[in-house]
């Protein structure tokens, strides 16, 4: 059987990536043949008992330091990893991740948390065969984040994303020359634009593997 792929998507909140990664899994399980009934959405943080803890300081129920909570991530990615990530990869599937290592190594770092620190960390993850960084406005992602609740989470605030938002590139750019699979999408347009770029990346991806 072939391996699997690891499909991220990541970008500040309220960039969309939620969204996108739903409409990403439901497009192939409905459009790939080869991959009917082997597309796994999973998200970090998990629903399992240490992505409920982040859930909780995200919410501002519980205060802990900035690299705690990097731990905290980490430590939940590695449970992610061994539990759904290595095992499904190894069954053939087309995995999407709605966030990953990048959301941590952006936000932690505008947190003031070492980047180098942080890459080792989370050394131990498998790397996404791609990784679509979903791009857009502070201004616009905060209008639709309040647009969707009544109350901002931890990070939320527009002076921070926008230092967030900066990582996320910068850094994006800096895996990207380690190697890694990395394009820049923009969500500041229709959804349907952009999940047909992100779309046609992923059909770019999957093509590769038989040129490889």
């Given at each position: 059987?072939k391996?699997g792929?690891?499909?991220?998507?990541?970008?500040?909140?309220?960039v969309?990536?939620?969204?996108?990664a739903s409409?990403?899994?439901?497009?192939?399980?409905?459009?790939?043949?080869?991959?009917?009934?082997?597309?796994?959405l999973?998200?970090?943080?998990?629903?399992?008992?240490i992505?409920?803890?982040?859930?909780?300081v995200l919410?501002k129920?519980?205060e802990?330091?900035?690299?705690?909570?990097?731990?905290?991530?980490?430590?939940d990615?590695?449970?992610?990893v061994?539990?759904?990530?290595?095992?499904?990869?190894?069954?053939?599937?087309?995995?999407i991740?709605?966030?990953?290592?990048l959301?941590?190594?952006?936000?932690?770092?505008?947190?003031?948390?070492?980047?180098?620190?942080l890459?080792?960390?989370n050394?131990?993850?498998?790397?996404?065969?791609?990784?679509?960084?979903?791009?857009?406005?502070?201004?616009?992602?905060?209008?639709?984040?309040?647009?969707g609740?009544?109350?901002l989470?931890?990070?939320?605030?527009?002076?921070?994303l926008?230092?967030?938002r900066?990582?996320?590139?910068?850094?994006a750019?800096?895996?990207?020359?380690?190697?890694?699979r990395?394009?820049?999408?923009?969500?500041?347009?229709?959804?349907?634009?952009?999940?047909?770029e992100?779309?046609?990346?992923?059909?770019?991806?999957l093509?590769?593997?038989?040129?490889?």
């Amino acid at each position: 059987m072939k391996k699997g792929w690891l499909v991220v998507l990541e970008g500040i909140d309220g960039v969309g990536h939620s969204a996108h990664a739903s409409e990403l899994a439901n497009w192939a399980e409905r459009e790939l043949a080869d991959y009917r009934g082997r597309v796994v959405l999973t998200r970090e943080p998990t629903d399992g008992p240490i992505g409920a803890l982040i859930r909780s300081v995200l919410r501002k129920e519980l205060e802990v330091g900035p690299e705690t909570l990097a731990l905290l991530f980490a430590a939940d990615r590695m449970e992610h990893v061994r539990q759904v990530i290595r095992p499904k990869l190894a069954e053939g599937c087309l995995i999407i991740c709605d966030r990953y290592y990048l959301s941590s190594y952006a936000y932690q770092s505008a947190a003031s948390v070492d980047l180098e620190w942080l890459m080792q960390l989370n050394s131990k993850c498998p790397r996404p065969d791609l990784t679509v960084l979903l791009d857009a406005p502070v201004e616009v992602c905060l209008s639709r984040i309040r647009e969707g609740r009544e109350h901002l989470e931890l990070f939320e605030e527009a002076s921070f994303l926008k230092e967030v938002r900066r990582k996320f590139l910068e850094i994006a750019s800096k895996l990207e020359r380690e190697g890694e699979r990395v394009v820049v999408v923009r969500t500041d347009r229709p959804f349907e634009e952009a999940h047909e770029e992100i779309v046609r990346h992923v059909v770019k991806l999957l093509a590769s593997r038989g040129q490889e």
